[in-house]
């Protein structure tokens, strides 16, 4: 059976599209679901196994990437979404869904008080929207299901909001204690690089990515949807270029499912 997948869309989101496609690809069977047909309860989130978070810029980024939306969860649809976590489901967010969930405090989630902010995503250290190709690196020691078997990464970046911040300390050393960091930025060659334009946007620690404990919610900026096909490639032709690895995230989370 292909698991039903919930791809969230409204309000300024505008990569709904592409990430249905990449599901549909990878052999989910995705459904694109408004924002208001949760809260008006004309669909229900527990009827979902993976909960999709596209890119975008939902209500345009107004008071900070990610927060309307995150507080239109919090406060109409707190209690589904706990539920939906607590029943071990998926959730991946994707640039804006990122910061939608760092915001809502699902991630990284330590103490399982969602609605604590312990990480966020902030504006970039250039100072301006970035949109371009970057190498990520992949912790192999992570948890994080949506990543299984991938060392490295293409992808494409397109954000304004992007760098990775902590709190504090003792949340740097627990996201790095508890594996939970999954990408990270880094040259062609699979090296860290704090310099630009390897991070793209001054992240610390190079974070592209994390993940929860379970390694079943997952958060990151780059846009797997943004490499379906091999022509998505900025440079195809000239590198004679084979793969389109961004599927490869969505198939790793239905073949989980799948096996489950």
């Known amino acids: 059976m292909k698991p039903k997948t919930l791809i969230l869309y409204g309000y300024g989101i505008n990569c709904d599209n592409e990430t249905q496609y990449g599901f549909k690809l990878a052999g989910a069977a995705p459904e694109k679901v408004h924002i208001n047909e949760l809260i008006n309860k004309e669909k229900k989130l527990k009827d979902y196994q993976i909960l999709a978070l596209p890119g975008g810029f939902s209500f345009g980024d107004d ?3 990610g927060k309307v939306l995150a507080n239109k969860f919090k406060y109409n649809l707190q209690k589904e979404l706990d539920n939906f976590i607590n029943e071990g489901k998926l959730i991946i967010g994707i640039c804006n869904g990122f910061q939608i969930m760092v915001k809502l405090g699902i991630l990284p989630n330590f103490g399982k008080n969602y609605g604590e902010e312990e990480v966020t995503l902030t504006f970039n250290n250039l100072g301006r929207f970035e949109d371009r190709w970057v190498y ?4 192999q020691e992570s948890k994080c299901i949506w990543t299984k078997g991938l060392k490295k990464i293409y992808l494409p970046i397109r954000h304004g909001e992007g760098k990775f911040i902590s709190k504090n300390k003792a949340i740097r050393e627990k996201l790095k204690k508890s594996e939970q960091i999954v990408l990270q930025y880094s040259n062609k060659e699979g090296n860290f690089s704090s310099s630009y334009p390897f991070n ?5 620690n190079n974070i592209a990515g994390i993940c929860d404990k379970t390694g079943r919610i997952f958060g990151m900026m780059p846009h797997p949807e943004g490499f379906l096909f091999p022509q ?5 032709t000239r590198e004679k270029v084979k793969k389109d690895e961004g599927i490869k995230i969505f198939k790793n989370a239905v073949d989980f ?3 489950c």
């Open 232 to 236: 998505n490639h900025p440079r195809w």
């Open 257 to 259: 499912l799948k096996n």
């Open 200 to 204: 793209p946007n001054g992240s610390e």
């Open 63 to 65: 008071i900070s990437a």
């Open 136 to 139: 990520l690196k992949i912790n």
